[in-house]
């Protein structure tokens, strides 16, 4: 059966990846689009047929297509380097302008034959018409012979390489063939976002990344469903002799396929569409930086799925840049942080969940009340002991019978979050009672762990964990280290 994504651990993960994104080159090889945009406001029908009247007020230009793929790559902090085609044209002259000194000089020029050009005319955020200036047929000889002397010139330097097929004559049999050898013979991983009705001719790449209609046109299987789009990846990993396909499905997230695993579908973030043009892109380039940097491909698809979120919510064609996709990422770390804290019947679920795939549950608890360094290197000795760390937390009624009536200094929400921030800890659960009892008869841990403070037969549920056949770990306390000694010592500062 499919698994899940599991995107807590790796979206941590991933933050730590991104700072090595600054490290990785990708060689970009496909088409380079110009995309321009002429933004105004209707205010009438045009007499002359039942069509809007657009009164232009704004224009530019940024790049497209493989273009914006090495824009992306920028944006996250990588270096690119981009080859592709241009014609010999005014849009040529901007394609090049926006390029000098940033991606390299692959760009082949093409006498005579037009830069791809899209021109999309706005109103309001809406878009009226867009109007398409291209080539589609395959480049001469000759300027395919150039696209693949400036492929092999960047491809030492190069630590991963991104194909961005459009359609527009640079991916030609030849220069796919040919690129694609390179980059095996060199040890490159290759990802594609493919355009092809048959994905036979992308043979040998890393990973492609069609969307649904690209799977379902290249395989005839229906990918709109979690099955549907896993059959169609299958198929397509197999028409492509790649590693993996990673299916693309818009509002339905990504389905990632890899020869002998279980399809993993990655469920798409809940964000405002402002303008999926480009967003492709950047789902590709992100992708492909992770895995660069030495990310799984789970947990790369989860950082594409991310950076992808951030670029629809953009209009028009727009890149995402490492800070904004940190700052996500840190920001659903905080929602994992929170999503720890649970009350007992949904920790007992999840605990069933983690034995039913073989790991071992362990139980540790206390007030927790000031994080001190002898808290942090107790729960650390605790998780080593098992491959689930279940901490029980005393509620603040419970503290206060225990400690006095000047304790909690922090309630127990708070208490719940500094404890649900530690790695060392995967789940949070509070109690009420004075003891943990009735939190481990429900749980049953395999591991009890306290300090070495305690002997066994002083540790509550000790006896409960024994006769299920489990253990109790007693783990020796760091001195010097206690929350009411830091009290004291801040009202004798006092």
Request: with cysteine.
């Given at each position: 059966m499919p698994s899940s994504s599991a995107p807590d651990a790796a979206e941590r993960l991933l933050?730590?990846?991104?700072?090595?994104?600054?490290?990785?080159?990708?060689?970009?090889?496909?088409?380079v689009m110009l995309d321009r945009y002429v933004h105004g406001e209707v205010r009438?029908?045009?007499?002359?047929?039942?069509?809007?009247?657009?009164?232009?007020?704004?224009?530019?230009?940024?790049?497209?297509?493989?273009?914006?793929?090495?824009?992306?790559?920028?944006?996250?902090?990588?270096?690119?380097?981009?080859?592709?085609?241009?014609?010999?044209?005014a849009?040529?002259?901007?394609?090049?302008a926006a390029i000098a000194g940033r991606f390299g000089d692959g760009l082949v020029r093409v006498p005579?034959?037009?830069?791809?050009?899209?021109?999309?005319?706005?109103?309001?955020?809406?878009?009226?018409?867009?109007?398409?200036?291209?080539?589609?047929?395959?480049?001469?000889?000759?300027?395919?012979?150039?696209?693949?002397d400036a492929f092999r010139a960047a491809l030492p330097s190069a630590d991963v390489v991104v194909l961005s097929d459009y359609e527009k004559g640079v991916l030609s049999d030849a220069v796919l063939r040919g690129a694609i050898d390179a980059a095996r013979e060199a040890g490159k991983p290759v990802v594609v976002d493919p355009k092809r009705?048959?994905?036979?001719?992308?043979?040998?790449?890393?990973?492609?990344?069609?969307?649904?209609?690209?799977?379902?046109?290249?395989?005839?299987?229906?990918?709109?469903?979690?099955?549907?789009?896993?059959?169609?990846?299958?198929?397509?990993?197999?028409q492509a002799g790649a590693e993996a396909v990673?299916?693309?499905?818009?509002?339905?997230?990504?389905?990632?396929?890899?020869?002998?695993?279980?399809?993993?579908?990655?469920?798409?973030?809940?964000?405002?569409?402002?303008?999926?043009?480009?967003?492709?892109?950047?789902?590709?380039?992100?992708f492909a930086l992770a895995l660069a940097v030495g990310a799984e491909m789970p947990d790369a698809a989860l950082l594409a799925n991310v950076a992808a979120g951030l670029a629809v919510a953009k209009p028009g064609t727009a890149t995402v840049s490492r800070a904004e996709l940190a700052a996500t990422l840190h920001r659903e770390e905080v929602l994992a942080i929170d999503r720890k804290v649970m009350e007992l019947d949904a920790a007992l679920?999840?605990?069933?969940?983690?034995?039913?795939?073989?790991?071992?549950?362990?139980?540790?608890?206390?007030?927790?009340?000031?994080i001190h360094p002898g808290h942090v290197r107790l729960l650390a000795a605790a998780r080593a002991q098992c491959d689930r760390l279940v901490v029980g937390l005393n509620s603040d009624d419970s503290v206060k019978r225990?400690?006095?009536?000047?304790?909690?200094?922090?309630?127990?929400?708070?208490?719940?979050?500094?404890?649900?921030?530690?790695?060392?800890?995967?789940?949070?659960?509070?109690?009420?009672?004075?003891t943990p009892e009735r939190l481990i008869r429900a749980i049953v841990p395999d591991v009890l762990i306290k300090g070495a403070d305690y002997t066994i037969d002083q540790v509550v549920g000790a006896d409960i964990v024994q006769a299920a056949g489990g253990r109790v770990a007693l783990i020796p306390l760091e001195a010097g280290h206690s929350t009411t000694g830091t009290i004291k010592r801040i009202n004798a500062g006092g």
């Open positions: 933050a730590r990846h991104l700072a090595a994104f600054g490290g990785v080159t990708v060689l970009v090889l496909g088409d009438r029908i045009s007499p002359e047929a039942p069509i809007p009247v657009l009164r232009a007020r704004t224009r530019r230009s940024v790049l497209g297509g493989a273009g914006n793929v090495a824009e992306n790559a920028a944006a996250l902090g990588a270096r690119a380097v981009l080859v592709g085609l241009v014609g010999d044209d849009a040529a002259a901007e394609v090049t005579g034959r037009p830069t791809t050009v899209k021109t999309r005319f706005m109103s309001g955020g809406h878009q009226l018409l867009r109007l398409d200036e291209e080539e589609g047929d395959p480049a001469p000889p000759e300027a395919e012979a150039r696209l693949l009705a048959h994905f036979a001719a992308y043979a040998g790449v890393t990973v492609i990344t069609p969307n649904v209609l690209e799977v379902t046109r290249a395989t005839g299987l229906s990918a709109e469903d979690d099955a549907g789009a896993a059959a169609a990846g299958v198929a397509a990993l197999a990673l299916v693309k499905r818009s509002e339905k997230g990504l389905t990632l396929v890899r020869r002998g695993q279980a399809p993993r579908h990655v469920p798409t973030r809940a964000v405002a569409v402002a303008d999926v043009s480009g967003a492709g892109d950047t789902l590709v380039i992100a679920a999840q605990i069933a969940a983690w034995r039913g795939r073989g790991e071992k549950v362990g139980f540790t608890n206390g007030c927790f009340d000031l225990l400690k006095g009536p000047d304790r909690p200094v922090q309630n127990e929400a708070a208490r719940a979050t500094v404890m649900a921030s530690m790695a060392s800890a995967d789940l949070v659960v509070i109690f009420e009672e004075d």
